[in-house]
């Protein structure tokens, strides 16, 4: 059972952050929260996790895509490290808008070619 209650009660509070600088390419933790059905969630008390910056929108919005350490393939995942013995998973589908205040924390940095191939593989998804 999801426990929404407490995501709205973290969710008030990141509400009154200040916006997070981000560049395209860049891999922090976000505060994601509970989300619902298939959508990824954020993990521990303040329901963070992995994402890669896609697109900046200003300075207070950015276009994410989820990571996860699990191994996937196929069409709607890309495998890459950033970190050493470390393999990340964009999930592809699961890309979305975010206020740049649910930003946490910097953790690192895609290659630039490993960037570059994510995106073309991810705009083929929408062809």
């Known amino acids: 059972m999801k426990n929404f209650d407490s995501w709205n009660e973290v969710k008030k ?8 600088y981000t560049k ?3 891999v922090y933790y976000a505060i994601l929260g509970v989300n619902v059905g298939y959508e990824q969630d954020g993990k521990g ?6 994402i890669v910056v896609y697109k900046k929108f ?5 276009l994410a895509i989820p990571l996860t350490s699990q191994k996937k393939s196929g069409r ?3 495998s890459f490290q950033f970190k050493k013995d470390v393999v990340s ?3 592809l589908s699961q890309i979305r808008l975010l206020d740049t205040r649910r930003v946490y924390k910097k953790v690192g940095r895609m290659k630039f070619n490993d960037f570059k191939d994510m995106k073309k593989k991810f705009q ?3 062809i």
């Open 45 to 50: 008390e303040l329901y963070l996790r992995p």
């Open 76 to 78: 709607f995942y890309y």
């Open 24 to 26: 395209e390419g860049e």
């Open 124 to 126: 083929e998804l929408t």
């Open 89 to 91: 998973v964009a999930l």
């Open 13 to 20: 509070r990141i509400s009154n952050n200040s916006p997070v």
């Open 58 to 62: 200003g300075r207070d919005s950015i």
